[in-house]
């Protein structure tokens, strides 16, 4: 018998799901795709002012939190032809980056971050720039569309000057899809959902708010479904929204996460 045979798996992301849905079904288990990310709209103005104060070395530290964050400053910096300044400020700033995606996006533009997080989340980045004093320093913080008030706060409470930049606003998901997947997940339907990003874990959560279905969308998590994690950070996402049973590889990958989510299935299975 095959490792996931018979289980109804909820794809909350919307990249890469004819490939993910082949993982799942070469297990025995059905694919079913519940787009959760909502979309994700670049806000060109505000983004050029930034690449212009980024370009002119108005920060002391510029914090990278995502790697298609830094893909999408430098191509904004090549369309108002600062690209070359960008990479050269960029060299010679002191960079903080988080996950590997965003160390590898920096390397491939040349670029190398003095510090990096320790386990790919939030509070790995605040660990490792810990050893450094922010006060009074000017922080550019690049987020992707989604707040970190935890990095947030702590730069607060170190006295630095930090400027958000966000090359993409999150707009929500269809209220239809969002209407069946908390529908599907109240009532059982489901026996795993595979966040691939923190801001599927706000949406849906925030639309089982807004329909006062949240205490039993824990309680689903708690008892029937699994939720299953690409990640730390999504699953720390998960956690700060108070569910606690969450399965996630340790190294970030899809792959990985839904191996992960058969081997657990199969050590129940044992038990």
């Known amino acids: 018998m095959k490792k996931l045979e018979g289980k109804k798996i909820a794809l909350l992301g919307s990249r890469k799901i004819e490939e993910i849905s082949k993982i799942v079904e070469n297990m025995g288990g059905v694919a079913i795709s519940r787009p959760a990310q909502g979309t994700s709209l670049r806000v060109d103005t505000k983004l050029k002012e930034h690449i212009e104060l980024i ?53 491939k533009l040349g670029v190398a971050s003095q510090v990096r997080d320790d386990d790919g989340s939030t509070a790995g980045l605040i660990r490792s720039l810990e050893a450094y004093s922010l006060k009074n320093k000017k922080v550019a913080l690049q987020l992707h569309g989604d707040p970190a008030p935890k990095l947030i706060q702590w730069l607060e409470e170190q006295k630095a000057q930090s400027e958000e930049i966000l090359p993409y606003i999150h707009h929500p998901p269809e209220a239809e899809v969002m209407e069946k997947l908390l529908s599907e997940l109240l009532n059982g339907e489901l026996d795993a959902a595979v966040f691939t990003s923190t801001p599927q874990v706000r949406n849906l959560i925030q639309f089982a708010r807004e329909q006062g279905a949240e205490d039993r969308l824990q309680k689903a998590f708690s008892e029937k479904v699994i939720a299953l994690a690409v990640g730390k950070v999504t699953a720390q996402a998960l956690y700060d ?31």
Do not use: C
Request: proline fraction near 1%; glycine fraction near 8%; charged fraction near 25%.
């Open 241 to 271: 929204e108070g569910i606690d049973r969450v399965i996630f590889p340790e190294h970030e990958r899809m792959g990985s996460a839904i191996v992960e989510l058969a081997n657990h299935y199969q050590k129940i299975s044992v038990e």
């Open 55 to 107: 370009s002119s070395g108005e920060f002391d530290w510029i914090l990278f939190t995502t790697g298609i964050g830094v893909e999408t400053l430098y191509n904004t910096a090549q369309e108002i032809a600062k690209g070359e300044e960008f990479i050269k400020v960029l060299q010679n700033s002191q960079i903080a980056a988080r996950g590997y995606k965003t160390v590898n996006m920096l390397k």
